[in-house]
T-cell receptor, first 114, second 114 residues
């Protein structure tokens, strides 16, 4: 069965410091991985997806198949980055309409102090 | 576009009561799903649907029923509420049939069962 693990429940950094939110996965196939973010009083929204290899709000994430990891990184954290972050994996093995099924990690609450 | 809407925002039930959480989307997405969010456990998939008339179970389906009579609506029914169903419930929709499909989430329903 597929699984996503975020080992840190809480992560605190100071403004301007680098931040890395860890995500490890287990999946028997070619994974599709995402980072979703939930800011205070806002709905859960997509931050980035590995298939796009994009940088959003200064965040990047590289898929490392050897280490089965998809860590989220930002070189200089900002106070507005404080939020709950979820790593998620899409069940794409079966193809067709299965891409919508997501398995989420436990989430990491990031707090950026001024 | 309203996106994904959910009603009610808050609900308190007594053990044994039944209720329906409403979810609607106006993006013509084929794929819709229900998740529950619990502290330390992330989001877990309850039920999902790949189109009108087609539903399937997710990771934690017990105690919940769904139906999909239209593309727009995907209600979640609690048959006999239990305290273990106290949670925040999120509805989501996506195209679901292509790699990297973004899930669009509703604002959530906070349910307390006493």
């Amino acid at each position: 069965a597929q699984r996503v693990t975020q080992p840190e429940k809480l992560l605190s950094v100071f403004k301007g410091a680098p931040v890395e939110l860890k995500c490890n996965y287990s999946y028997s196939g070619s994974p599709e991985l995402f980072w979703y973010v939930q800011y205070s009083r806002q709905r859960l929204q997509l931050l980035l997806r590995h298939i796009s290899r994009e940088s959003i709000k200064g965040f990047t994430a590289d898929l490392n198949k050897g280490e089965t990891s998809f860590h989220l990184k930002k070189p200089f954290a900002q106070e507005e980055d404080s939020a709950m972050y979820y790593c998620a994996l899409s069940d794409s093995n079966a193809g067709g309409t299965s891409y919508g099924k997501l398995t989420f990690g436990q989430g990491t609450i990031l707090t950026v102090h001024p | 576009n309203a996106g994904v809407t959910q009603t009610p925002k808050f609900q308190v039930l007594k053990t044994g009561q039944s209720m329906t959480l409403q979810c609607a989307q106006d993006m013509n997405h084929e794929y819709m799903s229900w998740y529950r969010q619990d502290p330390g456990m992330g989001l877990r998939l309850i039920h999902y649907s790949v189109g009108a008339g087609i539903t399937d179970q997710g990771e934690v389906p017990n105690g919940y029923n769904v139906s999909r009579s239209t593309t727009e609506d995907f209600p979640l029914r609690l048959l006999s509420a239990a305290p273990s169903q106290t949670s925040v419930y999120f509805c989501a929709s996506s195209y679901g049939d292509r790699p990297g499909s973004e899930q669009y989430f509703g604002p959530g329903t906070r349910l307390t069962v006493t």
